[in-house]
């Protein structure tokens, strides 16, 4: 008998493998009795002293790593990515595909992203907040992970900065709450990335001053050096508008 936690979610990362699976079960005309294998049992047991459902989930994890490994040495033979084969399977279902690239688990946080993304995207693109070239180099997941992390107020500062829409010069200007986007330091015309850019007098002491605390902090992470170079250089080129290094290619940048 087959209990309801083994319904397949479209949350899950494989729903379509998992579908398969469980359509599999359903038409088959053995009874079928769910039960859960704890993993990695063989760490603390020998592995002939396990149960045979036990001895089976290991020899599958060895089979399982053994294949990785084999894929693993072919790709970097052939300077190839490791991808896993778009296809449809068997009694899975409905499939839904973005472009060629199969959405395995099509809950609807991940659609929303699969059809807002790119709209967002291409606006971050016009208003030249970065280049098309680097859109693939964006890890978007991670970001908004860590800025999940961050508290209400400092999003909301975060949003508001990356989309222009805070109190600099150009919005106050055209709010009308004042004449002029002049900014008041140098006169330029101040948006939010001028509002970092700004040479004027005493913008890069603070700028130097605060440039310090995200140093300080990976000094006490322990962050690789190179990584803390390449990091502090970038931050440095943008405030230059200049285009970013990786660390391949990277010279120590002298302020």
């Known amino acids: 008998m087959l209990n309801e936690w083994c319904v397949p979610d479209p949350k899950d990362a494989n729903f379509d493998l998992t579908s398969a699976i469980w359509k599999l079960l359903q038409d088959s005309p053995i009874q079928w009795h769910n039960i859960h294998v704890k993993g990695h049992q063989d760490d603390h047991l020998q592995c002939d002293k396990l149960n045979r459902v036990a001895q089976l989930n290991v020899e599958m994890d060895r089979l399982a790593k053994s294949f990785w490994r084999h894929c693993h040495i072919h790709q970097h033979a052939a300077l190839q990515p490791l991808e896993p084969p778009q296809h449809p399977m068997h009694l899975e279902g409905w499939t839904l595909w973005n472009a060629n690239t199969k959405v395995t688990h099509p809950n609807r946080q991940h659609l929303c992203k699969l059809t807002h993304d790119p709209i967002t995207t291409s606006k971050w693109i016009r ?87 995200p140093t300080e902090w990976m000094t006490e992470a322990n962050t690789h050096p190179l990584l803390q170079d390449t990091l502090i250089t970038n931050l440095q080129r943008w405030r230059q508008g200049l285009p970013p290094v990786t660390a391949l290619t990277m010279v120590r940048f002298n302020p």
């Open 127 to 213: 208003l030249e907040r970065f280049p098309d070239s680097a859109t693939s180099q964006i890890d978007s997941e991670m970001a908004s992970k860590h800025t999940k992390a961050l508290k209400p107020g400092c999003q909301r500062w975060i949003t508001k900065h990356a989309s222009h829409n805070c109190g600099v010069g150009t919005t106050l200007a055209e709010w009308q709450q004042q004449e002029d986007d002049q900014c008041p330091r140098c006169g330029q015309p101040e948006d939010t990335n001028h509002a970092t850019r700004c040479t004027g007098a005493g913008a890069t002491e603070t700028w130097t001053e605060q440039m310090s605390v």
